[in-house]
């Protein structure tokens, strides 16, 4: 199967109407927003069909692979980016960090828009995307650069609400709201701690675990082992992050530190992760 590639932090793609996608299933190694402009149809994400209409707007994450089926004529509009773009210096670093949480652990497939307002709102700021495209006014590039990083905001914003819902569906309120307090420190170990946690939560220090485990299925510890695997896995295979600049970000003493914790879930080293 195809696999495309950018070559920039960010693209934008505008297709001209279209009775049939001239492409067949490939595979992107990058992220991709697919707007839907205008026609009807379905699309295939990794053997899933999703019908789609105007208004629609899907996510693809590296590795992903889809193709289209047109019902009637299409036109379709792609904002691919990847880790350069999303480790802009325009961003900040903490709300960096959780964007990119949003978009690299990500599997929800259908359209991520779910309400009429954001629907709206998202269509607004496609339109104005498509006249800066057609611009050559004065500043049109830190305006197209704006309104991307708003359309990015505003999809993980409602990927973020998805996921705050599917918590809850297996969750209690409490139980809900520590899930989310480990996602938002992952980053720091010390905040992660079974006392610490318990001392936010009112939650005492010897039931606190049994508590977690009781509405997740999962030690604290593991969940949190779990979702740090997830991000640092993705490090290794979208960056080029030094072993030793990883260990550091996620609070490790030292890179023989990571090298450990890494071993004992994936049975092999993150050198040798990297490498296959």
Do not use: W
């Amino acid at each position: 199967m195809k696999k495309d590639f950018i070559h920039q932090p960010f693209e934008l793609d505008l297709k001209e109407p279209m009775d049939v996608c001239p492409r067949g299933g490939h595979s992107v190694s990058f992220f991709e927003l697919v707007y839907i402009v205008s026609g009807t149809g379905t699309q295939n994400i990794n053997g899933n069909e999703f019908p789609y209409q105007s208004g629609n707007l899907f996510l693809l994450v590296p590795e992903d692979s889809h193709h289209f089926t047109f019902t009637t004529k299409t036109q379709l509009f792609f904002i691919r980016f990847n880790k350069v773009f999303l480790q802009s210096k325009h961003m900040a670093a903490t709300f960096l960090k959780r964007l990119e949480q949003t978009f690299s652990n990500h599997t929800f497939q259908g359209s991520v828009i779910k309400e009429e307002d954001n629907e709206k709102m998202i269509k607004n700021l496609m339109e104005n995307l498509m006249i800066e495209m057609k611009s050559k006014n004065l500043y049109t590039g830190e305006m197209i650069q704006l309104l991307v990083q708003s359309v990015l905001t505003s999809v993980a914003q409602n990927l973020m609400k998805e996921d705050i819902v599917k918590v809850n569906e297996i969750t209690d309120h409490k139980a809900a709201d520590m899930i989310q307090y480990v996602h938002g420190h992952i980053y720091d170990p010390k905040k992660l701690t079974g006392e610490h946690i318990s001392s936010m939560f009112g939650i005492s220090k010897t039931y606190v675990g049994r508590y977690f485990k009781s509405n997740t299925g999962k030690t604290l510890n593991e969940y949190a082992a779990q979702y740090k695997m997830g991000l640092i896995e993705n490090r290794l295979k979208y960056s080029d992050m030094r072993i030793s600049e990883i260990a550091d970000e996620f609070g490790f003493t030292d890179k023989s530190h990571l090298n450990r914790f890494f071993k004992k879930l994936k049975g092999t080293s993150p050198s040798a992760f990297r490498n296959e």
